[in-house]
């Protein structure tokens, strides 16, 4: 597994951002995907997941209804759709394969470079 996650960048508060994550190697169907944000001085935090098949999805609280995660293992890819976006939201977003279970408590054993977005207010 090696993930890339590309996308981000700076958009307006109340806007919206796609961001992605390719794995180059030949085994993405085979994991549970996750996207977790580390902001400026704070801990890393898990914002969503979504299963091998693409069900069942989990998503934190503070996202639910204005992100959207999906994949396409034909194009072992994961993205993370991000609407309404928020100033505090700025943050690097990094993708992860899971290795055991699926949603926030999964280990995840994977992860990509990350990929910087800053929402301006």
């Known amino acids: 597994v090696q993930l890339q996650a590309s996308g981000g960048g700076l958009v307006e508060a109340g806007g919206s951002l796609r961001i992605s994550c390719v794995d180059s190697?030949?085994?993405?169907?085979?994991?549970?995907m996750g996207w977790f944000r580390q902001p400026p001085g704070k801990e890393r935090e898990f914002v969503a997941s979504?299963?091998?098949?693409?069900?069942?999805?989990y998503y934190s609280d503070s996202v639910k209804g204005r992100f959207t995660i999906s994949r396409d293992n034909a194009k072992n890819t994961v993205y993370l759709q991000m609407n309404s976006l928020k100033s505090e939201e700025t943050a690097v977003y990094y993708c992860?394969?899971?290795?055991?279970?699926?949603?926030?408590?999964?280990?995840?054993?994977?992860w990509g470079q990350g990929t910087l977005v800053t929402v301006s207010s």
């Open positions: 979504i299963s091998r098949s693409g069900a069942p999805i």
């Open positions: 992860a394969a899971a290795t055991v279970g699926n949603g926030p408590r999964a280990t995840y054993d994977y």
């Open positions: 190697g030949r085994t993405f169907s085979g994991y549970p």
